[in-house]
């Protein structure tokens, strides 16, 4: 049984990524379950350096609480291409440092709303760092396309979800379990699996 601490306090990824584990031989141990109360300063540039920055912190303070097991780490976020990117690694702070996902969903169909169709093309981005017990990194990048829709739609998911748009639906309206299947966070955690069969 491989036993990881996942670096986030947010109860959404943490519930999205148990579901996913859910059939591994994986015990997912959250921040507060470990007893560890740090939150590193997101600092880095990409998705990639965010989350090493994370699982890093989140591994040493692990380790010196003689944890032994690996830790995972994710930073993701929404790019929009008519936006040349953004909100990017900005996607939590991009309307204001205490907005709410209302507050994020309002200023993202602002924003967009002079924007023809077939403009709108939009993909949500993960990137996950696992720390081994050795102390090596490793580096995995998952994403899912669609685009930006003109109205929040559903009731399901968090962030973002209910103005990205797949097939004519938002996430908000996928069930947890077709979400589950194709999201940004699926496709990081397949590799992150990969790697532990390679073992």
């Known amino acids: 049984m491989i036993e990881l601490i996942l670096a986030t306090n947010n109860k959404n990824k943490l519930r999205e990524i ?22 590193p300063d997101e600092n ?3 998705f990639a350096e965010n ?14 609480k003689g944890f032994s097991g690996y ?4 930073d993701s976020g929404l790019a929009v291409d008519a936006l040349n990117g953004e909100p990017g690694v900005f ?7 205490n907005a709410t996902d209302a507050d994020r969903i309002d200023k993202m169909l602002t924003v967009m709303a002079n924007v023809p169709d077939g403009r709108r093309g939009a993909h ?6 696992l720390i081994a017990p050795d102390g ?22 968090f962030g973002y979800d209910p103005v990205f748009g797949i097939g ?8 947890a379990e077709e979400k589950n299947a194709v999201s940004h966070r699926h496709n990081a955690l397949m590799q992150v699996l990969a790697y532990f069969r390679s073992l």
């Not at 059939?23 to 959250?30: A, D, F, P, R």
């Not at 989350?51 to 010196?64: L, N, Q, S």
């Open 18 to 39: 148990r579901e996913i584990l859910a059939e591994q031989e994986i015990t997912v141990l959250s921040q507060a379950e470990a007893d560890i109360c740090i939150e």
């Open 44 to 46: 880095g540039m990409t």
């Open 51 to 64: 989350a090493e920055i994370k699982a890093r912190a989140i591994f040493e303070a692990a380790k010196a």
């Open 71 to 74: 830790v995972l780490a994710d």
């Open 91 to 97: 996607s939590h702070r991009w309307a204001g440092e």
């Open 124 to 129: 949500f981005a993960c990137a996950m760092c």
């Open 136 to 157: 090596s990194a490793h580096c995995f990048e998952g994403r899912v396309c669609g685009e930006i829709l003109r109205e929040a739609r559903g009731a399901n998911g």
């Open 168 to 175: 004519g639906r938002s996430f908000a309206e996928f069930s």
